[in-house]
């Protein structure tokens, strides 16, 4: 473990680097041996989606890394915002009219459109539980109203009021003039309408917790602790921090301005800002900004339909920093460099091991074994197989080139072939066009026709590329990429493929010449 500890002081992996940050921040532990505080956030007036599972997996990476480097406790928080007032009725839940009559009230004092809950909060709290249970993350989760409403943020509360100009003076000078006449840190609950309100407020006792306010058109006094109130989103961010005593929270690259005002009102409170990664933001594939008012984005759902737990999280890994598109187009991509990344950490040394990001997704226990062909070369066959191909049909064609292979001896195999049928189905199989051979092509591919015809049916992969690289060679192209951008539009209607050598043995020896003959018809 020392030297594993070493190792990981000196890696350029980001889960360390963050990871030493906090050391920094707490060499020798936080005082009283009190847990190092992680922290995601969580808006319940839409359900969990990629970003919920990006932020949870890169954070618990870090929480891993620190583990490492520390024998300091820690823990995970989890923090639900669901006292905050409904802005507007999301276009995709039943019971509308309800929902708009309920507008402007917290999440939690709302009847839960779906009717299985005793809250709207309450419905997406339990779906995030569900959600974030079913990845196995190891997680405490702590919400808004709970901790408002039982008093356990009553002193921070206090603290606000007793700092309110301070946190006025960094806020105002943010704000459009219009914001700023009616601007105020705390939003007081009306007892009368249950709603939200916005509007300027008066500190009549700080101690005690007591404000004024106009409540349509009578002036109220009213406490704000006892979640008779909750803050403006960015002073109850800082507030969180510091009643949560909050060391690290990552955030995307548009939060960032709010970070540094969260930041300086937490020190007004007299707590510390956590360590933070800002992380840059998802782009669809036009390099657009994803927006879920767009409807450009993908859902975690879509890429798990198409693509693999593992292959996901090996693309949230990725560089966080960089911003990186997020469509179906990547996911074979990911799958197979999930693989081919597993595949080295097994003979790297420690110190690449630690730089690999399967060892973060594992979190050090890599599972070992390969799939005997990858994501790609499934949907090259697929795609041939044509949209209506099945499970089982697949595994025949397998037997060509993994005799032994079954569902129960490759589970991982097992997984893949649905989901490369599905995505060949919905995505791949419309934008396939296979056109005519023309010029030399034509006859490269007779003498590969030829050359099949005299193998016999267990021919190697390697040898049958070495005979495509002949031909290829022979065959009067410019470049060997000709060629085999020829084998891959006429045979398999792609601009792009396999390695034809596994492809064939694949696909089985006279089958592909079945393909040559109708190219060449």
């Known amino acids: 473990m020392t030297d594993l500890r070493e190792i990981a002081n000196q890696s350029k992996a980001w889960p360390y680097e963050e ?11 936080k005082p009283g041996g009190v847990p190092i505080v992680f922290e995601c956030g969580y808006g319940p007036s839409g ?71 005793e809250s709207f909060a309450a419905h997406n709290n339990a779906k995030l539980r569900e959600f974030l249970d079913q990845f196995g993350f190891e997680y405490e989760f702590i919400s808004s109203s709970s901790q408002y409403e039982s008093g356990a943020f009553d002193a ?30 705390v939003l007081p609950i009306s007892e009368k309408s249950g709603i939200v309100l916005q509007v300027p407020v008066e500190v009549v006792d700080a101690e005690a917790g007591l404000i004024a306010f106009d409540d349509a ?61 800002i992380y840059e933001m998802f782009l669809d594939e036009k390099g657009e900004k994803i927006s879920k008012s767009k409807g450009n984005g993908l859902a975690l759902e879509d890429w798990l339909k198409y693509g693999t737990e593992n292959s996901v999280a090996f693309y949230a890994y990725r560089e966080p920093k960089s911003a990186k598109q997020l ?44 799939p005997p062909v990858t994501f790609g070369l499934l949907l090259n066959l697929v795609g041939v197989m044509g949209a209506g191909a099945s499970e089982e049909q697949v595994w025949t064609y397998l037997g060509n080139y993994a005799k032994d292979a079954t569902a129960e001896n490759s589970p991982e195999l097992a997984e893949l072939i649905p989901i490369a049928l599905a ?13 005519k051979p023309e010029g030399v092509e034509i006859a490269a591919l ?19 590329q070495n005979i495509v690289y002949e031909i290829g060679k022979e065959g009067g192209f410019e470049n060997l990429r000709d060629w085999f951008k020829a084998l891959y539009e006429t045979l398999l209607g792609s601009s792009a493929g396999p390695r034809m050598g596994s492809f064939i043995a694949l696909y089985g020896i006279q089958n592909s010449r079945a393909l040559i003959a109708e190219a060449l018809t």
Do not use: C
């Open 156 to 185: 921070a509360l206090k603290g606000v009021l007793l700092h309110y100009q301070a946190i006025m003076d960094i806020m105002l000078p943010t704000l459009r003039k219009e914001r700023a006449a009616t601007y105020s840190p």
């Open 47 to 117: 359900l969990p989606h990629i970003g919920t599972f990006n932020e949870v997996l890169r954070t618990t990476m870090v929480r891993n890394a620190f583990a490492t480097m520390s024998d300091a406790p820690s823990r995970l928080i989890e923090f639900s915002d669901d006292m905050d007032g409904l802005r507007k009725v999301p276009d995709n839940v039943p019971n509308q009219a309800m929902l708009t009559e309920h507008l402007g009230k917290p999440l939690s004092r709302i009847p839960d459109p779906f009717e299985k809950f």
């Open 446 to 464: 007779q003498s590969l026709d030829a050359r099949l015809a005299e193998l016999p049916a267990d021919t190697s992969a390697e040898d049958i």
């Open 217 to 277: 058109g009578e002036r109220v006094t009213q406490s704000i602790l006892g979640g008779k109130a909750k803050l403006q989103w960015k002073v109850d961010w800082a507030m969180r921090w510091v009643a949560l005593g909050v060391d690290y929270e990552m955030y995307g690259k548009d939060l960032t301005d709010s970070g540094v005002q969260s930041g300086k009102i937490a020190r007004v409170l007299g707590g510390r800002p956590p360590e933070a990664l």
């Open 423 to 435: 995505y060949n189905r919905d995505f791949v199989a419309p934008t396939l066009h296979k056109r």
């Open 19 to 29: 990871a030493r940050r906090l050391l920094k921040r707490y060499p020798q532990g």
């Open 327 to 370: 469509h179906l187009g990547v996911v074979p991509k990911a799958v197979d460099e999930y693989f081919q990344f597993r595949a080295q950490w097994h003979d790297q040394p420690v110190e690449k091991r630690l730089g690999n990001p399967v060892h973060h997704i594992h979190n050090g226990n890599v599972p070992t074994g390969q």
